[in-house]
């Protein structure tokens, strides 16, 4: 499979440019703080632990009781100032996860949504972002908070790769990430002009099943919960759903991008934005995904005595 993948011609590259660093976005901005504390103070001291091509582009998540919120029921209780203030030190974009698909009118003056969006907009420091669904509360915040710039969110599921093609169109979104069975649509993705490749932001370690076809249903059911209406509990039908993630599992998804794919494969592609999910993983899964992703693997022991014995961090 590896050989097949790389056997792309190398004409259909001629306005490729290629990609010497990765950009991450990690995931766990409120939710995983104390990780975050501990693991870029150690990412700035010792980056020969870690691999040099390789940057952390934002971290993003949601505090808890978010109705904007989506993709996930956000669970972290950091004060949003500590939290920017963490980010700002080490020069990271901070993104908030407000990707509810089923937002209405009345939804836009939520009070805690607004001074979230107002705080990350006018905070002194790199620009923040905001991960959107709904075009009603996108046009809402273009017009409200216009320090912002906006991500089109993985939970839109676009599967088909000309509703990709046109969301990269839009002049709205930095940047725009495809549903992750669109990620070894290598040919099609290979032929983008470059400033849409630059778009581009893959999830690179989804565990759903890749058959999956109720995946638009189960963040629908995640956007209910938020906005905290009745509905139908989504119950995921997949193969050993029960199970929950598996890293080793994700590894296995025919969607899934590796380190090595990233080195191989799409920085030559002129692709650099990689997306890691985990928000509702646990710090000990993400502290897995920080070493296969950015980590070096002679290094990956100190980083974990680093995090466990120095810091007495607590990750279960």
């Known amino acids: 499979m590896q050989a097949e993948r790389r056997t792309i011609p190398h004409q259909r590259r001629s306005h490729t440019v290629k990609r010497d660093v990765a950009y991450y976005h990690l995931p766990g901005l409120f939710e995983f703080y104390e990780l975050y504390q ?153 032929v983008l002009p470059q400033d849409l490749k630059d778009k581009v932001e893959f999830l690179c370690n989804e565990c759903c099943f890749f058959g999956c076809k109720d995946r638009a249903a189960c963040y629908r059911a995640v956007s209910r919960k938020n906005l905290g209406e009745p509905g139908q509990e989504h119950h995921c039908a997949a193969p050993d759903a029960a199970g929950g993630y598996r890293f080793s599992k994700a590894m296995e998804n025919p969607g899934f991008i590796g380190v090595d794919d990233i080195q191989t494969i799409y920085l030559p592609m002129g692709f650099s934005n990689f997306k890691i999910e985990g928000r509702s993983l646990g710090s000990a899964l993400v502290l897995e995904f920080l070493l296969h992703y950015l980590t070096r693997p002679e290094y990956q022991l100190h980083v974990r005595e680093e995090l466990y014995l120095d810091n007495m961090l607590d990750l279960f």
């Open 38 to 190: 501990v693991f870029l103070p150690l990412f700035r001291a010792h980056r020969e632990y870690f691999y040099p091509w390789c940057r952390i582009g934002s971290i993003y998540g949601a505090p808890s009781d978010c109705l904007w919120g989506g993709g996930r029921v956000g669970c972290g209780e950091h004060d949003p100032r500590e939290v920017l203030e963490l980010m700002a030190e080490y020069g990271i974009s901070a993104r908030l996860t407000f990707s509810n698909s089923l937002l209405r009118p009345e939804h836009l003056s939520d009070p805690k949504c607004n001074a979230l969006a107002r705080l990350f907009a006018e905070y002194d420091g790199p620009q923040n972002g905001i991960i959107v669904h709904s075009d009603l509360l996108l046009h809402y915040l273009q017009a409200e908070y216009p320090g912002l710039y906006f991500v089109s969110s993985t939970t839109k599921v676009l599967t088909a790769f000309s509703r990709l093609r046109q969301e990269l169109d839009r002049t709205d979104f930095r940047y725009v990430v495809p549903d992750f069975r669109l990620n070894k649509a290598l040919p099609q993705l290979d």
